[in-house]
Each structure stands twice: as structure tokens, then as C-alpha cells.
Antibody, heavy 120, light 110 residues
Framework: QLQLQESGPGLVKPSETLSLTCTVS??????????WGWIRRPPGKGLEWIGS???????YYNPSLKGRVTISVDTSKNQFSLKLSSVTAADTAVYYC????????????WGRGTLVTVSS | QTVVTQEPSFSVSPGGTVTLTCGLS?????????PSWYQQTPGQAPRTLIY???TRSSGVPDRFSGSILGNKAALTITGAQADDESDYYC??????????FGGGTKLTVL
């Protein structure tokens, strides 16, 4: 059974870079039909799509975050990662990694989420 | 920039039927936007309910259904239950690998 698990620091200082990793278990990250993505939910706000990646390395990013976001994939470790630079308190959120069916534009399997707080 | 719109809140009586909608700030929603719907309860990860307008995700009861109503996508819940009280989000696919969330609807069952 496919599972996703986020990992990374729960506290990041303002102006620094937020880094998270998602480990895919029970299946291959190199599946031809699936992309992999990141979504976040700030406290008291709604869900926001951050971006996604295909195992080949092709990426898509939310235009509102473009320039600060980098998503990468490591097929040898069955992992993909998120880096968000120059963070502010507005980037405090629960971050979810997801299995994304790009051809139909929907998110299928979700990780449990990890809270990242931006604070000095 | 295109905004995906949802009712901020809605209420339904236990056993009742409710339809939540998902629109665009400019233009009409059609099946070409591949609307999908997600349910999130506090402290939990979101759960996928509907994709590709009207396809239920695995394990989702048939009380949940998706459709296009007029110029919006719609999620209808029939026979509402107490544990349907959640936040509901729609997503529209804008093409070029980009998906956009609506602001979410807080559904109260009372």
C-alpha cells in the first residue's frame, strides 16, 4: 500500500530556507502515470498548491511562489523534496506531500502533514 | 489572476441534502477544468472525495456526488451525517500542470 511521509525541521528562522522531504513507500516514485507534489495550509487559511514534479525532473510551480520554490526528486531514495527560500511568518503552515495525477489535475494520496513554523 | 470561488460556509440538517459549489471569478467551470473535491476535518490530512468532475475516490460513499450545475462545479451530499461536518475544498486544473484551490467551504451539520 502506497504511503507518503513528510520529514524535516519544524522550526525555521525568517529569511532562511525551509527544506522538507517526502518518502514514498509501498510503490515506486518512478511510476509513469503519477506526479508528486506539495500543498500547504497556513493556520486559519485554506489549502494552497505549491508545486509538483515528475520523476524525470519536470516541475510545475504555483506562480505566486515561483522564484522561491524548488522541488527536486531522488529516484534512488524514492524521495522528493521541497525547498522554499526567504521564508517569512506567512510561510508558517502544515505542509503535505501528495500523489498528483497531472493528466486529470487531482491529488489522490496525501501524507499526514508536518507543521513548519517560521519564527526567530 | 483567476480566482476559484466557494461559499465560505454552509449548514445542513442531519439527514438533509446540501450542494456546495465551485466557480471562477471570470468565466464558467466545465469538465475541461477536471474539478475535484476534498474533505478536511481538524487535525487530519485532506481526503480526496471526487475527481474528474464526478468520479468518486476509492472508499467514498455514494452519498457524495459531483457534477456541473450551470456554470459551476458542484458537490452534493445526501443524507448528511454528523461526521460530514468538515471543510470542503474544490480544485480546478488550469492546464500547464497548474491546479488551483478554492477558498474552502466550512460545512456545519446541525
Amino acid at each position: 500500500q502506497l504511503q507518503l511521509q513528510e520529514s524535516g525541521p519544524g522550526l525555521v528562522k525568517p529569511s532562511e530556507t525551509l527544506s522538507l522531504t517526502c518518502t514514498v513507500s509501498g510503490g515506486s516514485i518512478s511510476s509513469s502515470s503519477v506526479h508528486w507534489g506539495w500543498i500547504r495550509r497556513p493556520p486559519g487559511k485554506g489549502l494552497e498548491w505549491i508545486g509538483s514534479i515528475y520523476y524525470s525532473g519536470t516541475t510545475y510551480y504555483n506562480p505566486s511562489l515561483k522564484g522561491r520554490v524548488t522541488i527536486s526528486v531522488d529516484t534512488s531514495k524514492n524521495q522528493f523534496s521541497l525547498k522554499l527560500s526567504s521564508v517569512t511568518a506567512a510561510d508558517t503552515a502544515v505542509y503535505y506531500c501528495v500523489e498528483y495525477y497531472n493528466s486529470l489535475g487531482f491529488f489522490d494520496l496525501w501524507g499526514r502533514g508536518t507543521l513548519v513554523t517560521v519564527s526567530s | 489572476q483567476t480566482v476559484v470561488t466557494q461559499e465560505p460556509s454552509f449548514s445542513v440538517s442531519p439527514g438533509g441534502t446540501v450542494t456546495l459549489t465551485c466557480g471562477l471569478s471570470s468565466g464558467s467551470v466545465s469538465t475541461t477544468y477536471y474539478p475535484s473535491w476534498y474533505q478536511q476535518t481538524p487535525g487530519q490530512a485532506p481526503r480526496t472525495l471526487i475527481y474528474n468532475t464526478n468520479t468518486r475516490s476509492s472508499g467514498v460513499p455514494d452519498r457524495f456526488s459531483g457534477s456541473i450545475l450551470g456554470n459551476k462545479a458542484a458537490l452534493t451530499i445526501t443524507g448528511a451525517q454528523a461526521d460530514d461536518e468538515s471543510d470542503y475544498y474544490c480544485v480546478l486544473y488550469m492546464g500547464s500542470g497548474i491546479s488551483v484551490f478554492g477558498g474552502g467551504t466550512k460545512l456545519t451539520v446541525l
